[in-house]
């Protein structure tokens, strides 16, 4: 039975998302999706779902829909994309803040002209936010060089699901000031908590960046000779290997830097292993394909759905992960592409799903595989979904430490529900110690 | 012997007893002589002395030793070398202190995935030495890296020089093994980059032990750079140093380590055994460390030469060799113990400014402990903003310590209303906790205690730390100003 959203509840919402929000009822009037524009607007609409115990979602990318809303149960879809802006910036600090529905692209357009960049390269950055970046832990190839957004994010503003303003780090580069919660929101998929303003450290950006590619061999000799890389004195940028299906595997790596290491660096790899360099619009081009073609094959042109998983483990288990997980991956009957960060100890592996398979059975798959052959975890990876979910088999003491921690902040298990995959736990029976007053 | 005149035998300790009977009888110190030791930290400004010290060897050591602890409703203070400068590691609700200086075995050692997977009580050298000659180091390095303990180093997220470039302590442990109050183990992360759902390592690393005990950790190393190069350029002011310091960043240099030290830390240590040869005439000295490949760093170093030259420096001396390197670095690694020859004390401050900052920090810091008649000399991270203030006194002086402390708390006012925070790398622990509430509404205050309570709903972690006593539960804290 459908359960509709009253028209009372809807007026309220329409309050609570402000003169500049916007409120839409689902077909079936089981789901709002509420537009706010500001931190207010949020702790309003996360009071009412608290306290008509409708789950929240939130929804940061500006385009496609969090699935995560079941039909005809009740939902409000929390669209954070207009609550954007540059709040502050110290140049001279190389400190930034900035609303939660912030491009990318808007920070690195505002950071380069003063020769600085937040070193972080999610795919699709003109539509992808600060907020959903750090939710979903976004990275792309410079993770190899500079680390994911936990490196940058030194403050943020929060609201958690009882409607209350939080701020966790601040505008220090350097803290350690209390509990470190800022990040602790990088990856938590908006289900601790909804991520109201960023405060980032940012770097220079590089005079010059030369990317050097190499071709012939199977993905097992690249992935050696991208080890090879990494024991050379000048560290890369980036570093991966790419394998399109039908295609040779190439080892793709980046230096940044001044002109004449970044050039030194560069004819060093080409005396090593024969390489092209790649420069200007050509560099993007290969950087966007590092990022973005796992994210969609198919999605735009063919209308084709993709699979794509991600898999971490340690660095000298990649190979053994990677080939896991194509064993998996082929048995659906679909050519299977790859993008491996040998430093990061990551890949991507992304096919065409035509024939259909379900999503989460092929992740716990290929999970069972990785894990398997290389100690290593899997998680899908879809660009519009909000969640990735965890598999970790029978409950440990370090996951009744996540649903502890879950629980804390959201007893009512409404905030982006289905991260975890127990319900989250009671509060411990023991006796709890009383405050003093003064 | 007449019974009357019998020394009493002080009542039995069922827990420690019990502790003993678990883990050995020498695992468990009661004497009130051997507990001395363990009445305070690096924060000489207030002591109390702990009901035991237990010293396990092991992370089932410390749960079982936990457990009963939990199970007597006894506080629990987790220690390693007790270098801390905080007040993290003093007991001042008594309580068991449970030290991890038996814990110090690296049980991974990874060259290829670049790892280590050590105990914490292992002193913070002791990993770089471990792994140096397979081209690694771990980044971190306090100024007391010889003696303190990683463990320490994660309870307080420690930073030290080269955090300028390759940051805090949190940013280098991958996973962590932790005995939660209740002496249950959890593991948090791993040695695989990401953890699953949560990134709990970041609300463990700079815990302050009041969230559990962190016995092992999985630790990210990093290759060592092809060149080293330090950089030593003398100013006849402070605030020529710190426009360098600004002028290095804005043009794009990216130097491992950028350090300050004042006239009076120069004086100090000049006259003391780690003399380094800085020119005794200079208002300030900027250390610059630059690294990487030959080329990247001559380039740097040009770019550095160049700033500074247009600031017109006393002195301006640049070296890649190693023993040179060591020298110049010598007096800058040991300043806060040239100190002890200023006076008996030290208290060695922490606190945070936006590097643009720096000059009106520190003359506010000046201005500050001269009002109270206070010796103030500084070292500081200058490229993180991160100050140091040092106030150099007599513990013996009651009038001093008060002094003392009255300008360790305008200080850090003074740095907050420049848009800094209490600690970049000490902590809070009982040093600051009364002054948390310049940097976080009673909203922020409320929801650590809830997440603390969350965690460790006895409130038997590290109690009296980090949070302002009202907020500490119900015992009260205890402890006596050193004077």
């Known amino acids: ?438 | 012997m007449n019974p009357a005149t019998r020394t009493p035998s002080p009542p039995r300790d069922t827990a420690a007893e019990e502790i003993a009977a678990a883990l050995g009888r020498d695992s468990v110190e009661t004497a009130p002589e051997h507990l001395l030791a363990y009445e305070c930290d690096g924060l000489a400004l207030l002591k109390e002395r702990p009901r035991m010290v237990i010293l396990p060897r092991s992370t089932d050591e410390v749960a079982r030793a936990v457990s009963i602890l939990h199970r007597h409703h006894i506080p629990i203070v987790p220690r390693g070398s007790g270098t801390g400068l905080s007040g993290g590691a003093t007991p001042v609700r008594g309580g068991a202190v449970v030290s991890l200086a038996r814990m110090r075995r690296l049980l991974e050692f990874d060259p290829v995935d670049r790892l280590a997977h050590v105990e914490l009580g292992m002193v913070n050298l002791d990993l770089t030495g471990h792994v140096a000659r397979h081209g690694l180091s771990y980044a971190p390095d306090p100024s007391s890296q010889a003696a303190c303990t990683l463990g320490g180093n994660v309870a307080l997220n420690a930073g030290g020089p080269h955090c300028f470039k390759h940051g805090s302590t949190t940013l280098h442990v991958m996973g962590l093994t932790i005995v939660l109050s209740t002496g249950e183990v959890a593991e948090v992360g791993g040695p695989e980059p990401d953890p699953q759902a949560y990134d709990l390592r970041s609300l463990f690393v700079g815990s302050e032990g009041t969230l559990g005990i962190a016995t092992e950790a999985w630790l990210r190393l990093q290759p060592l750079p092809e060149v080293v190069e330090t950089i030593l350029v003398s100013f006849a002011s402070m605030d020529a140093a710190c426009r360098a310091v600004a002028a290095i960043v804005d043009a794009g240099v990216e130097p491992a380590a950028l350090e300050i030290l004042d006239d009076r830390t120069i004086e100090a240590i000049e006259a003391s055994v780690f003399a380094a040869g800085y020119p005794r005439d200079a208002a300030a000295v900027l250390l610059v460390e630059l690294e990487g490949s030959d080329l990247a760093v001559a380039h740097a170093s040009g770019q550095v030469g160049a700033i500074c030259g247009a600031l017109g420096p006393l002195l301006i001396q640049a070296s890649r060799e190693e023993e040179e390197r060591r020298r110049l670095w010598k007096g800058r690694k040991g300043a806060f113990g040239a100190m002890g020859r200023v006076a008996p004390d030290l208290y060695v401050m922490d606190c945070v400014v936006p590097r643009s900052k720096l000059p009106e920090a520190l003359a506010g810091v000046r201005a500050i402990c001269d009002e109270r008649r206070v010796r103030n000399a500084n070292v500081f991270h200058a490229g993180d903003g991160n100050l140091h203030p040092n106030i150099s006194y007599d513990g013996r002086d009651a009038d001093e310590v008060r002094r003392v402390l009255d300008a360790g708390r305008a200080i850090a006012e003074w740095c907050v209303s420049l848009g800094g925070t209490l600690s970049g790398e000490h902590g809070i622990g009982i040093e600051k906790n009364e002054y948390l509430p310049l940097v976080f509404g009673e909203a922020e205050l409320m929801g650590f205690r809830e997440l603390r309570l969350a965690l460790d709903p006895a409130f038997l972690m590290n109690p009296g730390k980090l949070l302002p006593r009202r907020l500490c539960g119900e015992i009260a804290v205890n402890g006596r100003r050193n004077s």
């Open chain 1, 1 to 438: 039975m459908t359960s509709r959203l009253p028209k009372e509840l809807l007026d309220e919402l329409k309050e609570a998302a402000g003169s500049a929000g916007r409120v839409r009822r689902s077909e079936d009037e089981a789901h709002a999706e509420v537009r706010v524009s500001d931190a207010d607007g949020i702790a309003r609409v996360l009071r009412i779902s608290g306290r008509e115990r409708i789950p929240v979602f939130t929804r940061l990318f500006p385009f496609g829909a969090v699935e995560r809303a079941q039909a005809g149960i009740r939902s409000i879809l929390l669209d954070m994309t207009a609550h954007s802006g540059i709040v502050r910036y110290s140049a001279s600090d190389r400190v930034l803040t900035a609303r939660a529905g912030t491009p990318l692209a808007d920070i690195s357009a505002a950071a380069a002209e003063h020769r600085q960049r937040l070193p972080v390269d999610p795919p699709a950055p003109r539509a992808m936010t600060i907020g959903e970046a750090v939710a979903k832990n976004e990275w792309g190839p410079l993770r190899t060089g500079w680390g994911t957004l936990r490196n940058y994010v030194i403050g943020c503003q929060v609201v958690l699901p009882n409607g209350t303003l939080w701020k966790s780090g601040g505008p220090s580069v350097k803290s350690a000031t209390g509990y470190d919660f800022h990040r602790l929101q990088v990856g938590a998929l908006e289900s601790l908590a909804v991520g109201s303003e960023f405060t980032v450290r940012l770097t220079t950006a590089p005079v010059v960046r030369v990317g050097v590619v190499s071709h012939g061999g199977t993905f097992p000799t690249m992935l050696g000779r991208a080890f090879r890389v990494r024991e050379l004195p000048d560290p890369p940028a980036a570093l991966f290997v790419l394998e399109r299906a039908g295609q040779a595997p190439r080892l793709c790596t980046l230096y940044e830097g001044v002109p004449a290491a970044v050039d030194r660096a560069a004819s060093r790899l080409e005396g090593l292993f024969a390489g092209e360099r790649v420069m200007g619009s050509a560099l993007d081009t290969l950087l966007d394909e590092a990022r973005e073609a796992p994210l969609e094959p198919g999605f735009r042109t063919l209308g084709i759905p993709g699979l794509t998983v991600r898999l971490t483990c340690r660095p000298s288990r990649l190979l053994d992960a990677v080939e896991a997980a194509q064993r998996v991956l082929e048995d659906l009957e679909s050519p299977v592409n790859l993008c491996a960060h040998p430093d990061v100890a990551a890949a991507d592996l992304w096919i065409a799903n035509r024939a259909g398979a379900d999503s989460s059975a092929v992740q716990e798959q290929v999970a069972a595989a990785v894990a398997a052959a290389a100690g290593g975890a899997v998680r899908l990876r879809r660009p519009h979904e909000t969640h990735g979910g965890v598999r970790t088999g029978a409950p440990t003491a370090g996951l009744r430490l996540l649903e502890r921690v879950k629980h804390h902040f959201d007893p009512a298990n409404l905030l982006n529900p289905g991260v975890l995959p127990y319900p989250a736990a009671p509060a411990a029976a023991t006796p709890r110690a009383e405050v003093q007053s003064t």
